[in-house]
């Protein structure tokens, strides 16, 4: 058996060193709450709105500087407190709108200036007013749609053009209404998909293409169905964490997905610490991803805590196949196998989630994992031509 640091053993192997998957941790934000609006502007973060645990409409405004790991109140948000409000940046401009206010379902629409900090109001959408809709930015303009209303759950789209201040209705979702859906830009098209309607959760994803204004059906996700998490672009790509589960309650793990548009194919990332949370905020400053808010409905509680994950130069995927090499099942129940066409010498260790105890290493082709228990863990494996595997796996 070989029994050396996890640092000198990624040096050998010439892996990426383990903390490049990590989810760091940084100082706590301030007034926890669950559907905070958030975006990013300028190398700054921002959240607001959403509910906490003593109100269920919110109309205070935070910033984060990660350069100092500093959250900072500003001047509340000039609009109506609300919840289950969504918002998005697009060219050092930040905007929101909709949600649900102390006295019904909203239909307006905001714009934030960092360098007047300044709100203004613009034109209302035409629609009916409801809590989180899908909410996209694209080349311009705003998608804005699903969500429910006073009705129940809706499928109909409107497209804001920020140089006109107007909005058009477009084609509604060839699917059935829904709210808490996922939803991005990716490769110059508009992605939505899963969400819920009582208590069905749905794992279907849909592609609007702005140019013929039609939507396609896309490949299932490959995941859970979900519900409730927190989604963004980045590089070309889009991006869905935590969330509830296909039962509309906590996932054992903080899910992340990374899905590529250009192939319709979905890979998972590491999961943020902790099981998945209801309703979380994120953004990305610097190519780095910060996760926080959210509700917590195993402990009942707000938590707190504020997450920061890499996501390039040094993002690493959940593989279950690299180069020669492949490993299976994932998830798994009792013995992970590890097939490949070299010969030689293999090593592998099996790491917790947070890249602290080792729990095994080897040379074998099959690792036993029956007596461990539930959860993530990280197998980083070598072959003699030196390719390198870091697989994240759940064990069920």
């Known amino acids: 058996m070989y029994r050396f640091s996890m640092l000198y053993f990624c040096a050998l192997l010439a892996c990426t060193a383990l903390d490049a998957q990590n989810w760091n941790p940084l100082n706590n934000m301030p007034s926890p709450r669950h559907?905070?609006?958030t975006f990013s502007l300028n190398g700054t973060g921002y959240m607001l709105t959403g509910s906490t645990q003593t109100e269920s409409t919110t109309k205070d405004f935070y910033s984060y500087d990660p350069s100092n790991d500093a959250?900072?109140?500003r001047t509340?948000?000039?609009g109506t407190a609300r919840g289950f409000a969504i918002g998005a940046s697009y060219q050092g401009l930040g905007y929101m709108g909709f949600g649900a206010s102390d006295n019904g379902l909203l239909n307006d629409l905001w714009v934030f200036d960092p360098s007047s900090d300044q709100w203004s109001q613009l034109a209302s959408?035409?629609?009916?007013g409801r809590r989180h809709p899908a909410f996209v930015i694209e080349n311009g303009k705003i998608y804005v749609g699903l969500g429910d209303g006073d009705n129940g759950d809706l499928r109909d789209f409107h497209v804001y053009d920020i140089g006109s201040n107007s909005w058009t209705q477009i084609g509604s979702l060839p699917a059935s209404?829904?709210?808490?859906?996922?939803?991005?830009?990716?490769?110059?098209?508009?992605?939505t998909g899963m969400g819920h309607s009582g208590f069905t959760i749905y794992g279907d994803w849909y592609r609007f293409n702005p140019t013929n204004m039609g939507w396609t059906p896309m490949s299932p996700f490959p995941g859970e169905a979900r519900v409730a998490g927190t989604q963004f672009d980045h590089g070309g790509k889009g991006y869905v964490l935590s969330g509830d589960g296909d039962n509309h309650s906590y996932m054992p793990s903080g899910e992340f997905w990374e899905y590529e548009p250009g192939t319709d194919n979905w890979t998972q990332l590491p999961p943020h610490p902790g099981i998945s949370l209801w309703a979380p905020g994120s953004f990305v400053i610097n190519n780095k991803v910060y996760f926080f808010g959210g509700y917590n409905r195993q402990s009942g509680t707000f938590p707190s805590s504020v997450w920061a994950y890499q996501l390039s130069p040094n993002n690493v995927s959940i593989r279950t196949e690299y180069a020669s090499t492949k490993v299976y099942p994932n998830p798994v129940m009792d013995v992970l196998k590890i097939e490949s066409q070299t010969t030689g010498p293999m090593h592998?260790?099996?790491y917790g989630l947070q890249g602290g105890e080792l729990i095994r290493e080897g040379r074998s082709k099959q690792i036993d994992m029956h007596d461990l228990p539930r959860g993530s863990y990280i197998l980083v494996l070598q072959e003699r031509d030196r390719n390198?595997?870091?697989t994240v796996l759940q064990k069920n």
């Open 76 to 78: 509340d948000f000039p």
């Open 71 to 73: 959250w900072t109140q």
């Open 125 to 128: 959408c035409p629609c009916a």
């Open 388 to 390: 390198c595997l870091r």
């Open 177 to 191: 209404g829904r709210h808490h859906p996922f939803h991005f830009a990716a490769g110059g098209e508009v992605y």
């Open 35 to 37: 559907h905070p609006v």
């Open 348 to 350: 592998w260790r099996l």
